[in-house]
Each structure stands twice: as C-alpha cells, then as structure tokens.
C-alpha cells in the first residue's frame, strides 16, 4: 500500500525559515515528477515548486529566489527550503507525487499547515 509522509511545517515569523520534506513509499515505481503545492484559507491551490527524476525544476514565480526543491538518490523523498518567508506564504502545502508512463499514478500527502506571523 503507498503511503505519503508529510514532515515539517508549523509556526513561524515573518522571515524566518521552515523545511517540507515528503517520502513516498510502499511502491517500486519511481515518479517522474514530485512537487509541493499549497492552498492559502480560500484560494485556489497552486503548484509552488517540481522536481523531475532527471533534477530539472520548476518555481511559482512568487518563491523564485526564496525556496529551494531538492530529491533525494532514491529519488522518492522531496524536501521543499522555504526561506525568507512572508505571510503570503501562509497556507496548506500538500506533496503530490505523478507518474506519466504506465502505469500512470497520481499521489498526494495529507498536507500540511505553513503559518507565517509575528
């Protein structure tokens, strides 16, 4: 059975850093891309950073310079740097994990809270 385990988020101020980190396990499929999301308390959820099996990635401009999206050799752990962080960065971020090639799959972790506030 695959499981998707979120760690980190949490409280912070206005500045200060925060790491996301996301195993997927319970499969011997690798993903060709893993991601983080996030939902700020009624907007639409948005992609925030991906990561591909080959290290190509990808950031919503909003973070560009301030988060950093890393894959470990296993390539089944996504971990998501979150530095200098506002209170717009203030949200659920959720881990999706997807492979294209057959067989297709689709995961996402449970989310997690990010609060940014002084």
């Known amino acids: 059975q695959v499981e998707v385990v979120e760690f980190g988020g949490g409280l912070v101020q206005p500045g200060g850093s925060l790491r996301l980190s996301c195993t997927v396990s319970?499969?011997?499929?690798?993903?060709?891309?893993m991601a983080w999301y996030r939902q700020p308390s009624g907007k639409q959820r948005e992609l925030v950073a991906s990561i591909t099996t080959g290290g190509q990635t990808e950031y919503a401009d909003s973070v560009k310079g301030r988060f950093t999206i890393s894959r470990d050799s296993t390539k089944s752990t996504v971990t998501l740097q979150m530095n200098s962080l506002t209170p717009d960065d203030t949200a659920v971020y959720s881990c999706?994990?997807?492979?294209?090639?057959?067989?297709?799959?689709?995961?996402w972790g449970p989310g997690n809270q990010v609060t940014v506030s002084s």
């Open positions: 319970g499969t011997i499929f690798t993903f060709d891309t």
């Open positions: 999706n994990a997807r492979r294209d090639s057959w067989p297709s799959l689709n995961y």
